[in-house]
């Protein structure tokens, strides 16, 4: 698999499928690496973010507007399965890189093509970024409390969605091409997995000419679902999606009588008496401590969880258990601590076989393997397409 994308969906992708057994390779033009070394914060000089990012791939450069960083490029998809790229569109045309080149080169090749707007339409050529998908699907409008403006994630959420839709598009291609032998181009575009995971609102606005407005922790299905200030200041979250255990949390705050209430037999009825529901558990969980919160609730088999930041997550016990944040050796940092593989196979397990790796540091090696010699390789150093 090459990985030409950055910045962070089409990168984060490829590590996913590198998390199990794809074999990375992530091409970096060699003046300009990919921004990602450089985001958030860094120690000692190094970035952090791309130890997580760049793990388990191998980094070369290559200038891909120059002859031979365009011919290297050809000669490594010759022989690779995959392709992630996310220039803006006709951007690999311009370079006599796309489809048509990349197909000839090797007919088996999946072409993962992850952009903001997708390959055609009014917007395809704008710049874009994952904020303006989070705008644009309609996540940010229902976000935030209703008098409040439109609230953005203050992380990337559109470019990790996407990430996990291209690796699924990804898989799907290559299960496609073991019926037909041939491979095909994977179109993403950004704004598109964000309106997917918003649920049904389309259908929604379409049958019922109903637009879900924002309504901050509270949820227009089910009531009580919020967040609670217990007595030691810590935060709980509680929901009741299911009517059992909306009656089970009634009953432990001691208000059994609004469970006979006509209102309460549906999770849409409570959702319009959320102000009522609000106070009768609020109240109760603001006489307790945290721990007495959460172990009340656990004993009645009522749903609740901590309001936890990161130092809280390298803690918790079934984090602990399931090995979620891990340790890898790192030449640089020594031992690093990130998050696992996503998710446990038990025949296949993934892992996490080195962190990311220097800017370009795989170059002469992938090369040589490719069968160039020293003085093809010192050639293209010359024309600076390494």
Request: charged residues 20%; hydrophobic residues 45%; glycine residues 10%.
């Amino acid at each position: 698999m090459l990985d030409l994308a950055t910045l962070f969906a089409g990168p984060l992708a490829a590590t996913m499928l590198g998390d199990f057994g794809a074999e990375v390779i992530k091409v970096e033009h060699p003046l300009r690496p990919d921004p990602s070394r450089g985001h958030g914060p860094a120690k000692d000089g190094i970035g952090l973010w791309w130890k997580t990012l760049g793990r388990n791939k191998r980094t070369v450069t290559l200038d891909l507007s120059r002859p031979g960083g365009r011919d290297t490029l050809l000669r490594l998809a010759a022989t690779a399965d995959v392709v992630i790229e996310n220039f803006r569109p006709g951007t690999l045309e311009k370079w006599d890189l796309g489809w048509p080149e990349l197909s000839v080169a090797n007919p088996r090749l999946v072409l993962a093509r992850v952009t903001a707007f997708g390959q055609f339409g009014p917007y395809a050529h704008r710049p874009g970024f994952g904020t303006l998908a989070e705008a644009m699907s309609g996540f940010a409008a229902l976000t935030g409390e209703p008098e409040a403006p439109p609230t953005l994630p203050p992380f990337g959420l559109a470019d990790s969605v996407t990430a996990l839709a291209t690796a699924y598009a990804v898989l799907t291609a290559l299960a496609a091409r073991q019926r037909t032998g041939a491979g095909q181009v994977v179109d993403m575009a950004i704004i598109e997995p964000m309106l997917a995971v918003l649920g049904p609102q389309p259908t929604w606005y379409d049958q019922l000419g109903y637009v879900q407005e924002r309504t901050g922790n509270r949820s227009a299905n089910n009531a009580p679902r919020n967040t609670y200030r217990t007595l030691d200041g810590s935060w709980v979250a509680v929901s009741t999606s299911a009517q059992s255990v909306a009656e089970r949390v009634l009953r432990l705050v001691g208000r059994p009588e609004l469970i006979e209430e006509p209102w309460f037999a549906t999770g849409v009825q409570r959702a319009a008496h959320a102000d009522e529901l609000d106070e009768a558990v609020g109240n109760w969980i603001a006489a307790r401590p945290r721990d007495e919160v959460l172990a009340a609730f656990e004993k009645a088999e009522a749903a609740i969880a901590p309001v936890q930041d990161v130092r809280d997550v390298f803690e918790d016990p079934q984090y602990l258990a399931l090995d979620t944040v891990t340790t890898v050796a790192d030449p640089d940092l020594g031992p690093l601590r990130m998050q696992n593989v996503l998710f446990r196979l038990s025949a296949t397990p993934g892992a996490i076989r080195w962190t990311g790796r220097g800017h370009g540091a795989d170059t002469d090696a992938v090369l040589t393997e490719l069968g160039l010699g020293p003085a093809e390789i010192g050639a293209l150093r010359e024309e600076g397409a390494l």
